[in-house]
C-alpha cells in the first residue's frame, strides 16, 4: 500500500535561510510524487510534482525537490525563504489509478 | 474559469441532522474526490468518481455518500451527522489520465461543525 511520511511536524527557519522539508514514500513502482502549500483558510495549491525524467524539479515561487529512489524520498528545497513562505506543506504520492495519498504536513514558520 | 469550487463555506450541525456539500469544476475532469483533514492527519480521501455516473470508496468512507450525477458536480452527503465528522472538506479533481496532466485542483474548503 502507498504511504507518505513527513517527519518534521513543525519547522522554524530565519528568513533568507534555505529550507528543506523530508518526504519519505512507500510505493511499489515509479511513483507520481507531489508537494502542494496551504496557506491559512485556502485550500492547497500545486508546488511542484515528479512523474518522470530529470530527478531534479523545478516548481513555483523558487521551490525545487529531488527524487531519490533509492532513499525513496522527495525532499522540498528552497535555498532563501521568504516570509511568504510561512504555510503549511504537504507530500503526497499517487498511483496509476489517480489516488493520492497525502502525508500529515510540515508547518513552517518563518521568523524575521 | 471559476476552478474547483465548494459550497457552502461554512456550517454548522446538530448530531443526527443532513446535509450535502456540492463541489463544481470547470476544468471539463473525469476525476473528483472528496477528501477530509484534520489536524495531525494530513487529507484523507473520503470518496472518489472516475467519470459520470461512478462513484468509489477511499480510505474512510463510512458515514458519508457521494453522488456525480453531472460531469462538473460531485455532492457529499451526511445522512445523520456526528461530532467525529468535524473537520474540514476539501474537493479536488483532475483530468484523469496517467502522465503529466494528472495533477489535482483542490477547492478551498468547506468546515463544518458537528455539534
Known amino acids: 500500500a502507498q504511504s507518505v511520511t513527513q517527519p518534521d511536524i513543525h519547522i522554524t527557519v530565519s528568513e533568507g535561510a534555505s529550507l528543506e522539508l523530508r518526504c519519505n514514500y512507500s510505493?511499489?513502482?515509479?511513483?507520481?510524487l507531489f508537494w502542494y502549500v496551504q496557506s491559512p483558510g485556502q485550500g492547497l495549491q500545486l508546488l511542484l510534482k515528479?512523474?518522470?525524467?530529470?530527478?531534479l524539479v523545478q516548481g513555483i515561487k523558487g521551490f525545487e525537490a529531488e527524487f531519490k529512489r533509492s532513499q525513496s524520498s522527495f525532499n522540498l528545497r528552497k535555498p532563501s525563504v521568504h516570509w511568504s513562505d510561512a504555510a503549511e506543506y504537504f507530500c503526497a504520492v499517487g498511483n496509476t489509478g489517480n489516488q493520492f495519498y497525502f502525508g500529515t504536513g510540515t508547518s513552517l514558520t518563518v521568523i524575521p | 474559469n471559476a476552478g474547483v469550487t465548494q459550497t457552502p463555506k461554512f456550517r454548522v450541525l446538530k448530531t443526527g441532522q443532513s446535509m450535502t456539500l456540492l463541489c463544481a469544476q470547470d476544468?471539463?475532469?473525469?476525476?473528483m474526490y472528496w477528501y477530509r483533514q484534520d489536524p495531525g492527519m494530513g487529507l484523507r480521501l473520503i470518496h472518489y468518481s472516475v467519470g459520470e455516473g461512478t462513484t468509489a470508496k477511499g480510505e474512510v468512507p463510512d458515514g458519508y455518500n457521494v453522488s456525480r450525477l453531472k460531469k462538473q458536480n460531485f455532492l457529499l452527503g451526511l445522512e445523520s451527522a456526528a461530532p467525529s465528522q468535524t473537520s474540514v472538506y476539501f474537493c479536488a479533481s483532475s483530468y484523469g489520465l496517467a502522465g503529466d496532466t494528472d495533477t489535482q485542483y483542490f477547492g478551498p474548503g468547506t468546515r463544518l461543525t458537528v455539534l
Open positions: 510505493y511499489g513502482a515509479t511513483p507520481y
Open positions: 476544468m471539463n475532469h473525469e476525476y
Open positions: 515528479y512523474f518522470s525524467g530529470d530527478t
